[in-house]
């Protein structure tokens, strides 16, 4: 039954990535269209074709490898000096194979001299480069706004929901038997020593009412010695008189949710209960507002990662759990996820929340500015707008478009980075996946 759930989980992540990147591809075509650029084909996947179907002008279809997806545009680099224009691929892994301006010539039609995407102003270049990542972000932030507020999040409570028989830092944990890890030579947790129980709620710390599991998180962190707790115990007020001590614990954001790093503070010793609670609009907001941050630093820490990628890869280091995966990892972690022995109800939210991720990371890659990425021909054209205004000011002659193909000796470097980069994870994806457990 788990090797069944287990393919169960890939294949709906499959279904959600091709979902994805067909949406991706729509919004590219759909404001084309909208400003009469003719688009020959729209195309899920890459390499050989296994259905397609004219309708119009523009064929539509699906091909055998499922990583990605493009439209093709006509004219989306100007004329060279001979006067070659081509049709472009928006793929930056088709592009790398694509000469930049006579792959194409023979698709011109008579009537394309005014439907090519060079000659549309630059705003209208940006708008149909920038629709494509936009349709990723509006998706994930849709599937993120179903699950905060239609499912919930696991929140952490006030409640006592175990409680710690001794001390034992951060670092040790893991050395530790998960079933009995206290040593005789431990020192007994301050919480046990001092009477605390499974499903005790705090009411009050040191004199003032606890609100919520943040500020009590913080409250504790910051103590050492003697403390006053109230809680409350089979509808009872108790109050109990733990001496609270220090130890190595996990960093912590600031609603009190784990994080890398480890940091000296006050413990007393407990894990707090926690249940799923549905967010309102403005808290759901919120959240997707600490994914979108959360999105943008690990693309800008993504250099950093590359040595670990490499030892997991080559060296059998351990894989972090934070570490950049690819569409087989993250096929992988959705398989795994619908085998986890937890509520049907989870297992869904958490496959949601990975497709929305995934659909997150689209956007924010695709708009680097660098080609063959969407954000590399949006730049091309606002650096093009930049140009034609000055010009007007200083009342000097037009200057043009943009060749944006005179950037593709640097394109296809910045591609070849991407494609290492892409095999890098891949590798380590097979030979040593991210878990979710161990």
């Known amino acids: 039954m788990t090797g069944l759930m287990t393919i169960l989980g ?45 309708k119009g002008e523009t064929e539509y279809g699906f091909k055998a490898v499922p990583l990605g997806g493009y439209i093709r545009m006509i004219g989306m680099f100007p004329p060279g000096e001979d006067g070659r224009i081509t049709a472009r691929s928006t793929s930056p892994w088709r592009g ?49 706004l179903t699950v905060f507020m239609g499912i919930g999040i696991s929140t952490q409570t006030t409640v006592v929901g175990q409680v710690s028989d001794c001390v034992i830092s951060q670092a040790d944990t893991a050395k530790r038997d998960a079933a009995n890890p206290c040593l005789p030579t431990d020192v007994v947790s301050p919480a046990k020593t001092a009477g605390f129980k499974a499903g005790d709620k705090f009411l009050e710390f040191n004199g003032q009412p606890v609100k919520n599991w943040s500020a009590l998180s913080k409250d504790i962190r910051k103590s050492a010695g003697a403390a006053v707790i109230v809680v409350e115990r089979d509808g009872k007020r108790v109050t109990l008189h733990p001496t609270i001590t220090t130890n190595v614990v996990a960093k912590t954001d600031s609603e009190g949710n784990p994080v890398a790093g480890t940091v000296t503070a006050g413990f007393l010793g407990f894990s707090p209960a926690s249940h799923i609670e549905p967010l309102a609009f403005d808290d759901s907001v919120g959240h997707m507002g600490d994914m979108a941050r959360q999105g943008v630093s690990s693309l800008i820490r993504l250099p950093q990662r590359i040595p670990d990628l490499w030892n997991a890869a080559f060296n059998g280091a351990p894989r972090k759990a934070d570490s950049p995966m690819g569409v087989v990892g993250a096929a992988r972690v959705g398989g795994e996820v619908f085998s986890l022995k937890e509520p049907a109800i989870d297992r869904i939210a958490t496959m949601v929340m990975l497709v929305a991720g995934f659909n997150l990371s689209l956007f924010l890659f695709n708009m680097l500015p660098l080609l063959p990425l969407d954000g590399g021909h949006i730049a091309g054209a606002l650096w093009e707008a930049v140009r034609r205004h000055t010009a007007r000011v200083f009342r000097k002659p037009d200057p043009g478009p943009f060749d944006v193909a005179k950037l593709m000796p640097v394109a296809y470097v910045v591609a070849g980075i991407f494609v290492s980069f892409t095999l890098l994870v891949l590798i380590a994806d097979v030979v040593n996946p991210v878990k979710l457990s161990t």
Not at 98 to 112: C, N, T
């Open 10 to 54: 890939v294949v709906v992540f499959a279904v959600g990535l091709m979902v994805s990147i067909a949406w991706h591809e729509l919004g590219h075509l759909s404001t084309a269209k909208l400003f009469k650029i003719r688009v020959p084909q729209y195309m899920v996947g890459f390499g050989p074709t296994i259905w397609s179907r004219r």
């Open 96 to 144: 790398m194979i694509e000469d930049a301006r006579s792959a194409a010539f023979e698709e011109l039609q008579p009537g394309d001299e005014n439907r090519l995407f060079y000659t549309r102003k630059p705003w209208k270049r940006v708008i149909v480069m920038f629709a494509g990542p936009f349709m990723n972000l509006i998706l994930a932030f849709a599937l993120a």
